[in-house]
Antibody, heavy 122, light 110 residues
Framework: QVQLVQSGAEVKKPGSSVKVSCKASGGTFSSYAISWVRQAPGQGLEWMGG????????NYAQKFQGRVTITTDESTSTAYMELSSLRSEDTAVYYC???????????????WGQGTLVTVSS | QSALTQPASVSGSPGQSITISCTGTSSDVGSYNLVSWYQQHPGKAPKLMIY???KRPSGVSNRFSGSKSGNTASLTISGLQAEDEADYYCCSYAGSSTEVFGGGTKLTVL
């Protein structure tokens, strides 16, 4: 059983950056993929990008290329998502999600963090 | 990477069956048997209901089933119950280690 615990809510100014963390417990952190998904108020889910720690290379949705960076720290079983050049439209709940080794394939998010609300406001 | 297309809303009465469609392209849904479905209640994190088109994670009711034909995947819920009222999202692998979600469907149990 994998648990994902995210960092707390953030309030940011337009143009700044935010870094959200996702600490995993259970399972073998380095071998399962972790993705970041966001949800703007009243809107749907949006895949931002993902990473498999053992490989170390992140992949991003085209929409966020150049603005998002996903990294991991295997020593603390923590994944990070940093979004830069924030604008009001980035106000959303940001989730980390993973299969935790449950699935042998992708697009299989069994485990979710509790979500982190990022508010971008001047 | 355009969002997959889902109906904005569907409804059904208790005990009935409903189907939610998820239309993509030959670059995502049509090319991979890697479609998943998520249920989300207000204020909660999504919950995986179906993966790899038609597989159910342990603990998910067998009233939920998935299928795919061409570029369209479908989620069917049989024997509708009040607690099924929620938003539902499909997700597909889109190649090059990327994923894409559908716009979401609000299910109302009448």
């Amino acid at each position: 059983q994998v648990q994902l615990v995210q960092s707390g809510a953030e309030v940011k100014k337009p143009g700044s950056s935010v870094k959200v963390s996702c600490k995993a417990s259970g399972g073998t952190f380095s071998s399962y993929a972790i993705s970041w998904v966001r949800q703007a108020p009243g809107q749907g889910l949006e895949w931002m990008g993902g990473i498999i720690p053992i490989f170390g290379t992140a992949n991003y949705a085209q929409k966020f290329q150049g603005r998002v960076t996903i990294t991991t720290d295997e020593s603390t079983s923590t994944a990070y998502m940093e979004l830069s050049s924030l604008r009001s439209e980035d106000t959303a709940v940001y989730y980390c999600a993973s299969d935790g080794g449950y699935c042998s394939s992708t697009s299989c998010y069994v485990y979710w963090g509790q979500g982190t609300l990022v508010t971008v406001s001047s | 990477q355009s969002a997959l297309t889902q109906p904005a809303s569907v409804s059904g009465s208790p005990g009935q069956s409903i189907t939610i469609s998820c239309t993509g392209t030959s670059s995502d849904v049509g090319s991979y048997n890697l479609v998943s479905w998520y249920q989300q209640h207000p204020g909660k994190a999504p919950k995986l209901m179906i993966y790899e088109v038609s597989k159910r994670p342990s603990g998910v009711s067998n009233r939920f089933s998935g299928s795919k034909s061409g570029n369209t995947a479908s989620l069917t819920i049989s024997g509708l119950q009040a607690e099924d009222e929620a938003d539902y999202y499909c997700c597909s692998y889109a190649g090059s280690s990327t994923e894409v979600f559908g716009g979401g469907t609000k299910l109302t149990v009448l």
